[in-house]
């Protein structure tokens, strides 16, 4: 088992971008045009919804300006993006629907596009995939003649969707279908399953012209094979209510040509492949990356993880490899946080930044420009500060931020803006009291600013103190160009980015926060801060003592509503499934009947011995996942894949340091006197299964080393081409002594030890190449027509 280990390659998958507004939303003409919609919009993997925005009311092109981020813990064929307009009376209505599939999401990465809605057709809503095997028999009939018999196996399906939340109850149709006929056959209804097995096998005559005489090497003539297809539908049984669509597959006879029996997976698709010719229904502006990481054994990654590692040790830090990287790849936001993350998990990050902002220092001219453009230097700070100061920004400002959004008081000042019966003093007043409960939050947030911070922090003002001797206001500057002006300023202003909101704020609230936000950046600079403000700066951040977060505080992780099992229960059933409100802090995990009330069970975090995902089959449930304490499981089913392993990380990581951890579980349930998944009889058995190591975070942080490395190599192995061009510019000083020829092309790096700088690239060169070769090796593309890679669309 782990020697598999040692050679499985993860495949790891997120996805991160920003619904950012619609246009013309709806029908253009019609009884079904509206002037006023309130839209909300969702994020579907397949049909399984995600995410939601909030309402936007009453607006045919709303702003949503929604970011979201998750990882994505299962395979997919397509994202897709909803535009439902809210009902009042009556159950949400879909105005239209962008889908994209997985193989196409990289044509729209990292990049803003328009795309024009289409209808939401329920014969166009398929996911999951069949696995089909056909073959042609030779029979002999009465009179002697030779005749075709096509037998078509339906051996199962996989991934069908949720039908209103719960498992489907499916069954197919398997036709032949030709010009002048359509023989059409049923499996059996297999009840709450999402993952069937069916195991039949129809057949189907396929008639053969009288003058056929051959008697071996029998095959189908040309112009009759050119004409059938077996066509198989999947349902789901409605029992009293209609049947649903579920997806269907073609197949050509003629596939059969030259082998006589063909087994392969295929693609559900879209009933008439989904194309029909609508009216225009607006359209919808979105940023979506998809990233996928082919993640190899940790063993492989030691020669370029050692490298970036031995970075702040390099001298000149210009010639680290962790440096390269980022003058190779400073057009791309996303290259230098794999780098904070590998840094800060080995705790190396502190001398890397001290080293590269010492650079920054000597080509800084003057002090009140400092940290103020955008470098390795301030690009690595903020990184850190929104890694490790997530906690840090809660305690500090979620507060004053939910009774902003909450009171909702007109805060504008700016004449032009005013509405009518505004009063412009009374707003003022409103500001100052807001901008005054913000700013005093911050500067009296020492005991919760994160040790690592209060370290850079410190590392800053000694730098920037020595780089300008007489100027006695600089090491304060230093610290509050990041502090205000990167960290609490941008979280005031967008507070959904940081968690501290649960959406993007409405357009007079969102007023409210860049008038609060723009105050904070003035009085963070150094002319701004008054005396008094300065000694609060001064103690907040000299950090000469080991500031830590009280023990006696309580951070909320999650709030969400969830279907909880009844505990101790013996017998499986819907009545024993009731919908809560589940609530976990740092301390306790509570469910409640409502959200906001009163507590219903609460389990305190340090009697959590295990949090597992459970087998689909314990209760016949997706996302089912369990929490085992000191009294009964607690088995609890989420509202999607993504919220389901957020759960279970969030709750791993509340809990992992616990002394009394269990080693084992068990992944189903215990029903009718035995354990479903090892059939032990005895309900107090240890586990069967070993429970999912939990790392020990470092800084509370799950950084997984080998994903960010191998992100690392993707970016190093994208910008190839620089890093060939560095190599000749290292080269062409190091011969000329003086600047390179082409200075255009080379005029982007910082090269202060040609030599040195030049070994590292050809380091990193022969280490990519060296990845390269094993990624080609251990990553061989699964056969066309596998259950990795089922075949899409018609096969002829």
């Known amino acids: 088992m782990a020697e598999e280990e040692d050679t499985k390659i993860r495949i790891l998958q997120s996805l991160r971008g920003k619904i950012c507004e619609g246009k013309n939303l709806g029908p253009c003409s019609g009884p079904n045009r509206q002037r006023d919609l309130c839209t909300f919009c969702t994020i579907s993997l397949d049909q399984e919804e995600v995410f939601r925005t909030k309402v936007f009311d009453k607006s045919l092109s709303p702003f949503y300006g929604e970011d979201f981020y998750f ?65 042609l028999n030779e029979l002999i009939i009465e009179n002697g003649s030779m005749c075709q018999q096509l037998l078509v196996r339906i051996i199962e399906c996989q991934g069908l969707p949720l039908i209103s939340g719960q498992n489907c109850d499916p069954y197919a149709t398997v036709s032949l279908v030709g010009p002048a006929r359509s023989d059409q056959k049923k499996t059996k209804v297999k009840k709450k399953t999402s993952d069937p097995q069916f195991e039949e096998t129809f057949n189907f005559e396929v008639t053969r012209p009288n003058s056929y005489t051959k008697k071996s090497n029998f095959q189908v003539e040309e112009e009759d094979i050119e004409k059938l297809e077996i066509k198989v539908d999947l349902w789901n049984n409605g029992n009293l209510a209609q049947d649903v669509f579920l997806g269907e597959t073609r197949v050509s006879v003629k596939i059969l040509r030259n082998d006589h029996i063909h087994r392969a997976w295929y693609l559900l698709q879209p009933k008439g492949n989904g194309k029909s010719k609508t009216d225009d229904l607006g359209s919808l502006r979105l940023n979506v990356t998809y990233t996928e990481d082919n993640v190899l054994p940790s063993a492989c990654y030691t020669p370029l993880r050692t ?17 390269i990287l980022g003058d190779i790849c400073r057009e ?99 500001l100052q009291g807001y901008v005054q409960k913000v700013f005093s939050s911050i500067t009296q947030s020492s005991s919760s600013c994160p040790p690592l911070m209060c370290d850079v922090f410190r590392s800053l003002r000694h730098m ?112 024993n499934f009731k919908k809560r409100w589940l609530r976990v802090t740092n301390r306790e995990l509570s469910y409640h009947k409502h959200r906001g009330k009163e507590a219903l069970c609460i389990i305190p975090v340090k009697n959590i011995r295990a949090v597992e995902k459970l087998y689909e089959s314990a209760f016949n449930r997706k996302n089912m996942f369990q929490v085992l304490h000191s009294e009964k499981p607690l088995y609890v089913q989420a509202g999607n894949c993504v919220e389901a392993s957020e759960w279970v990380e969030v709750l791993s990581q509340v809990s992992r340091c616990n002394p009394d951890r269990l080693g084992t579980f068990h992944p189903s349930a215990y029903v009718a006197g035995a354990w479903l998944c090892c059939r032990s009889l005895s309900d107090n058995q240890p586990g069967c299964k070993p429970c999912t190591p939990t790392l020990l975070a470092n800084l509370q942080l799950d950084i997984d080393c080998d994903r960010e490395t191998e992100r690392i190599f993707s970016l190093l192995t994208s910008s190839y081409s620089k890093l060939q061009k560095m190599e000749d510019a290292c080269a062409s000083i190091a011969v000329y002594q003086g600047p390179p020829r082409e200075q255009d092309d080379y005029s982007l790096f910082t090269i202060q030890d040609p030599k040195e700088t030049f070994h590292t690239v050809q380091q990193i060169t022969h280490i990519l190449e060296e990845l390269q070769r094993e990624h080609d090796t251990r990553s061989g593309t699964a056969q066309y027509g596998s259950q990795e890679n089922p075949i899409v669309g018609k096969t002829s």
Request: with cysteine.
């Open 71 to 135: 990882e994505i813990p299962r395979p997919f064929q397509c994202l897709s993006f909803y535009v439902f307009a809210k009902g009042v009376f009556q159950r949400d209505l879909p105005v239209g629907k962008v889908s994209i599939r997985k193989e196409e999401l990289c044509k729209f990465s990292g990049k803003e596009h328009w795309f024009g809605l289409q209808p939401v057709d329920p014969n166009s809503e398929v996911q999951g995939k069949v696995h089909l095997e056909m073959r």
């Open 307 to 323: 490298l970036l590692l031995k970075s702040p040790d390099i001298k000149p830090i210009s010639a680290s490899a962790a440096h």
């Open 332 to 430: 791309r936001y996303e290259a230098v946080l794999p780098v904070v993350r590998l840094l800060l998990h080995h705790s190396r990050l502190v001398p890397f930044v001290s080293a590269i902002t010492v650079l920054e220092l000597e080509n800084t001219q003057e002090a009140n420009t400092i940290f103020r453009g955008n470098s390795l230097a301030t690009r690595c700070i903020d990184d850190m500060m929104k890694i490790v100061g997530r906690s840090y920004l809660t305690v500090t400002l979620k507060p004053v931020l939910d009774e902003i959004c909450d009171s909702n008081k007109t805060c504008e000042i700016d004449p032009i803006k005013l509405k009518e019966g505004d009063n412009v003093e009374v707003n003022k007043e409103n």
């Open 464 to 575: 920037a103190s020595k780089r300008f001797p007489d100027d006695p206001h600089v090491q304060y500057s230093a610290v509050s160009s990041f502090v205000f002006l990167r960290f609490f300023a941008v979280a005031v202003l967008s507070p959904h980015t940081f968690q501290l909101r649960p959406h993007h704020p409405d357009l007079e609230v969102s007023r409210t926060l860049t008038l609060i936000s723009k105050t904070i950046q003035t009085l963070g600079s150094w002319g701004s801060l008054s005396k008094n403000k300065l000694v609060c700066m001064n103690v907040s951040y000299h950090c000469d003592v080991k500031l830590t977060v009280p023990i006696s505080s309580h951070y909320l992780f999650c709030y969400r509503e969830i279907q909880k099992r009844a505990q101790g229960r013996k017998r499986i059933g819907k009545r």
